[in-house]
């Protein structure tokens, strides 16, 4: 794999886990809430 791709592929991999953990805690927060 090129550098290109592996960028590429890391900037996926850390903004699916961001988007995981921002719901997560939305979800928490929710929860804590009610």
Do not use: G, Q, W
Request: charged share 25%.
């Amino acid at each position: 794999m090129s550098t290109i791709e592996k960028i590429t592929l890391i900037v996926a991999i850390v903004d699916v886990l961001a988007v995981v953990i921002f719901y997560i805690l939305l979800k928490r927060s929710k929860n804590k809430k009610s």
